[in-house]
């Protein structure tokens, strides 16, 4: 199966390196500086598993892509003789603010039959990928890691955590995806193939949010913000308030998983913070759009109030105007 990541980051880089490192066959759609580094020092990933290094990546550029797009459909490319650019599976691992522009770069690699896997957070980038690819292109998916690009372009894993969900929304026991669960298998990350992945991209989204806006409006992890006066109460409207959404939206989260989201909110001592939390302290850019904002604007939509939320949303869309 031919793989394209798109992107080489902390994300896509480590799930990318781990399915190169084991053989698989692995291209890279990466911007030209990312490229050159890369040719130089090959892709690096620092983990308490084992450190991984692809020293010869295979890459490509957008513009090289567009110079090898998939060729017009005909009698050698329905054999599958000639597919020209066209790739198998393309796991998408940007940022979801990159996504535009990943969407026109990786549009030449996107044949008939490729299937789009994408790593992103909330749920905004499957309207915009249903929209431009066809739904049935689009996969659900998820992934667990907690990584971070180094300054020399090395990414290091922070937490022994490497877990990708995915599965085929249109016919879940699809032979398709039964090939893509094949190719991720036994690649130095666990690989799960859900019948639902919508609702596990759910649970995900909800966590973020969560986290993100308790830690990124308190300026502080999980412990510190409980620590505070009335902070736990707080905390638990946060996660009200996402649940609400969730379940107007037709994919509410079991009890099981609703305590389990409790209680990570609520614990008392924990260092926990959010990945939007970290990228703010640095002075990056970070995914309030798409994982406060959505969030928000889904809440209005349905009839369902949001007031913390709204005012987390506020305080990022501050934050982001700063960087400007």
Not at 41 to 54: A, H, M
Not at 79 to 96: P, Q, T
Not at 107 to 122: C, F, K, S, Y
Request: glycine residues 12%; charged residues 20%.
């Amino acid at each position: 199966m031919r793989i394209l990541v798109v992107g080489a980051g902390a994300t896509g880089g480590y799930f990318g390196a781990q399915l190169a490192a084991a053989g698989r066959d692995v291209t890279f759609l990466v911007r030209p500086g990312r490229a050159a580094a890369l040719r130089e020092g090959g892709l690096v990933v620092r983990s308490p598993r084992g450190d991984v290094r692809v020293g010869r990546p295979r890459l490509v550029t957008a513009d090289e892509l567009r110079a090898d797009g998939p060729r017009a459909e005909g009698p050698e490319d329905a054999k599958g003789a000639d597919r020209g650019g066209a790739y198998d599976l393309v796991l998408l691992g940007v940022k979801a603010y990159g996504l535009d522009g990943a969407i026109e770069d990786m549009a030449p690699a996107v044949g008939r039959d490729t299937m789009i896997l994408p790593m992103l957070n909330g749920m905004r980038h499957m309207d915009v990928l249903d929209q431009r690819f066809g739904a049935a292109a689009v996969l659900g998916g998820a992934c667990y890691v907690a990584t971070t690009l180094a300054p020399d372009g090395s990414i290091h894993q922070l937490k022994d955590m490497q877990q990708l969900l995915f599965g085929d929304r249109q016919e879940p026991g699809s032979e398709r995806i039964h090939a893509v669960e094949a190719a991720l298998r036994d690649a130095g990350f666990s690989v799960r193939l859900l019948a639902d992945p919508v609702a596990a991209m759910w649970v995900k989204w909800v966590t973020l949010a969560s986290l993100g806006a308790i830690t990124c409006l308190m300026r502080g992890a999980i412990g510190e913000v409980v620590a505070a006066p009335r902070g736990e109460e707080f905390a638990r409207g946060v996660v009200d308030e996402c649940l609400a959404v969730a379940e107007a939206s037709g994919s509410p989260l079991t009890d099981a998983r609703k305590a389990e989201v409790y209680g990570a909110m609520t614990e008392h001592g924990a260092p926990t913070t959010s990945s939007m939390y970290r990228d703010l302290r640095a002075g990056n850019r970070v995914e309030a759009d798409q994982i406060v904002g959505d969030m928000v604007e889904r809440g209005a939509a349905l009839g369902v109030a949001t007031p913390l939320l709204s005012v987390a949303y506020t305080h990022l869309g501050v934050y982001q105007a700063s960087l400007a």
